[in-house]
């Protein structure tokens, strides 16, 4: 479906051979956050009902009071991040969690994280925060899957012109139940990054079996609709 919302739409080829507007799928997009929120949240409902016997925990970490801006913030975060991240996996190789990155409001937009789980901190959640480098402001909460699946939405779809660009985030482990695949979309194959139109023109024609003439002709046709 082409998306007609987003403030920076991106053309591609689908697997009929036709130039179609993809969403940008950025956050700094209005229209793309939202859709990117809802999307982040359904793939938490998804995981949170496939585990009907254990309910969610809910933590929240914060980085130390000496931590003067939202840039240094983010400088520091990913780091600590990870640190605290494998600690937790050493104890528990099945740590499941979806992590969400807010800048705090009334905090000059430094970041701090919000994470979905599905078990308590196997050690009291200050001391393992600060030994990663976090401030000792941690919160952790019992919470049902309902109000999971609202944090989310709220969270991760608040703006967040203060993030720099390429910073990630929302991140989730790997094992996080994925969202099934729309089995009626046509697949899209858009340009990869770094990739000439030339190139990708290329390699369009040898996947779909047209000419290259008639692909670069459907792409400029598009380009003088889109003007």
Not at 61 to 68: A, D, E, I, S, Y
Not at 117 to 134: I, Q, S, W
Not at 183 to 202: D, K
Request: charged share 25%.
């Amino acid at each position: 479906m082409e998306q007609t919302k987003c403030t920076r739409p991106q053309r591609a080829f689908n697997a009929n051979g036709e130039v179609v507007s993809l969403a940008c799928d950025q956050w700094l997009c209005n229209h793309c956050a939202k859709v990117l929120a809802w999307r982040w949240a359904e793939r938490v409902r998804y995981g949170i009902a496939l585990r009907p016997d254990k309910e969610p925990w809910f933590w929240t970490l914060t980085l130390p009071g000496w931590v003067p801006d939202a840039a240094t913030g983010y400088k520091i975060l990913p780091k600590r991040w990870n640190t605290f991240r494998m600690a937790l996996q050493r104890d528990n190789h099945a740590f499941l969690y979806a992590a969400f990155v807010e800048g705090h409001p009334q905090r000059a937009n430094i970041p701090h994280f919000h994470i979905i789980t599905f078990e308590p901190a196997p050690r009291r959640l200050k001391d393992m925060v600060v030994h990663a480098g976090f401030g000792h402001q941690a919160k952790e909460l019992e919470i049902t899957g309902r109000i999971a699946v609202n944090y989310v939405t709220k969270y991760a779809s608040k703006a967040g012109a203060h993030v720099p660009r390429n910073f990630r985030r929302v991140r989730i482990s790997h094992t996080w139940p994925r969202l099934p695949s729309p089995v009626y979309e046509i697949p899209v194959y858009p340009i990869a990054r770094g990739e000439a139109l030339s190139a990708y023109l290329r390699r369009m024609s040898a996947s779909l079996g047209c000419s290259l003439d008639v692909l670069r002709d459907a792409w400029l046709d598009r380009s003088r609709d889109l003007a």
